[in-house]
Antibody, heavy 115, light 112 residues
Framework: VQLVESGGGVVQPGRSLRLSCAAT????????MSWVRQAPGKGLEWVAL????????YYADFVKGRFTISRDNSKNTLYLQMNGLRPEDTAVYHC?????????WGQGTVVTVSS | EVVMTQSPLSLPVTLGQPASISCRSS???????????LNWFQQRPGQSPRRLIY???NRDSGVPDRFSGSGSGTDFTLKISRVEAEDVGVYYC?????????FGPGTKVDVK
């Protein structure tokens, strides 16, 4: 199993960013996928989960209405569209293969929200 | 949302000795399907998290058998039978029963 995140960077407050997670080594279309973040020096925060077929999506309260999780099973890729970014969204964002919880994790991509 | 608490938040350990971390949830984690979706994760310094335990007591592939999980309802425990140097890091519990999923604050394990 390999999960490689990309798309992070430095962005101004209020702007948008789209993260991607390329998955290999397992049947992507059969597995739910998650995003989890970790602010600098802080603990883990669950962000969102999408079902194997994209039908069901669930979000943490702090990102509802701003972030959208999606997937393209033909490309084995998971996405996180982040709008209305705030300084408190600064974190390393990890994607994870879900199996009774986040089973395998990527190395993460860094998002910094700063003016 | 379900609030997860852990104790202690810092755990100095002696190599070769046992260690135990407690995790409590503000609501029962027993799901209607009979499963209890409580996970434990290890995060070594500078690394991504690694899952150790799922559904309270099931070890993930490759996890040493010195790690064990137990508990039910709202009270859960992660035990390390004999701490090794590679076990240093932060340990998190996470509930996957109620939306949104939530993590505990983490317990930092280091050597005395």
């Amino acid at each position: 199993v390999q999960l490689v995140e990309s798309g992070g960077g430095v962005v101004q407050p209020g702007r948008s960013l789209r993260l991607s997670c390329a998955a290999t080594g397992f049947i992507f279309s059969s597995n739910a996928m998650s995003w989890v973040r970790q602010a600098p020096g802080k603990g883990l925060e669950w962000v969102a989960l999408i079902s194997y077929d994209g039908t069901n999506k669930y979000y943490a309260d702090f990102v509802k209405g701003r972030f959208t999780i999606s997937r393209d099973n033909s490309k084995n890729t998971l996405y996180l569209q982040m709008n209305g970014l705030r300084p408190e969204d600064t974190a390393v964002y990890h994607c994870a293969k879900d199996n009774w919880g986040p089973e395998y994790w990527g190395q993460g991509t860094v998002v910094t929200v700063s003016s | 949302e379900v609030v997860m608490t852990q104790s202690p938040l810092s755990l100095p350990v002696t190599l070769g000795q046992p260690a135990s971390i407690s995790c409590r949830s503000s609501q029962s984690l027993l799901y209607s399907d009979g499963n209890t979706y409580l996970n434990w994760f290890q995060q070594r310094p500078g690394q991504s998290p690694r899952r150790l335990i799922y559904n309270v007591s099931n070890r993930d592939s490759g996890v040493p058998d010195r790690f064990s999980g137990s508990g039910s309802g709202t009270d859960f425990t992660l035990k390390i039978s004999r701490v090794e140097a590679e076990d240093v890091g932060v340990y998190y519990c996470m509930q996957g029963t109620h939306w949104p999923f939530t993590f505990g604050p983490g317990t930092k394990v280091d050597v005395k």
